[in-house]
């Protein structure tokens, strides 16, 4: 079974970055053909898929994102992370991590067998 945990600082200062971890077990990220995406949550609105880094460590970003955010990934500790740079009180969310078949992915399909808990971000001074 595969899990996923999200791990990161709750509270980030408006213009200052934002950085979680995702950690896996139970599977590899280096397992073909999968992509292991960043995803959001602002209160009271919808999901909105961020980016990921597939299996070969490609990547791939929201193009409203792309310009801040930078995913990476440590395959010695089967983690993946998430940088977001310039982050204001309207990015506080509930960030979750989760891996989807790569094709689906990049085709937006949002359709993930995985998910973290999910970990609450709150942007303020």
């Known amino acids: 079974q595969v899990q996923l945990q999200e791990s990161g600082p709750g509270l980030v200062k408006p213009s200052q970055m934002l950085s979680l971890t995702c950690t896996v077990s139970?599977?590899?990220?280096?397992?073909?053909?999968?992509?292991w995406s960043w995803i959001r949550q602002p209160p009271g609105k919808g999901m909105q898929w961020m980016g990921a880094i597939a299996y070969d460590g490609s990547t791939y970003y929201s193009p409203s994102l792309k310009s801040r955010t930078s995913i990476s990934r440590d395959t010695s500790k089967n983690q993946f992370s998430l940088q977001l740079n310039s982050v204001t009180p309207e990015e506080t969310a509930v960030y979750y991590c989760?891996?989807?078949?790569?094709?689906?992915?990049?085709?937006?399909?949002?359709?993930?067998?995985?998910w973290g808990q999910g970990t609450q971000v709150t942007v303020s001074s």
């Open positions: 989760a891996r989807g078949q790569l094709d689906w992915v990049v085709a937006g399909r949002d359709d993930y067998a995985y």
């Open positions: 139970g599977g590899s990220i280096t397992t073909r053909y999968y992509a």
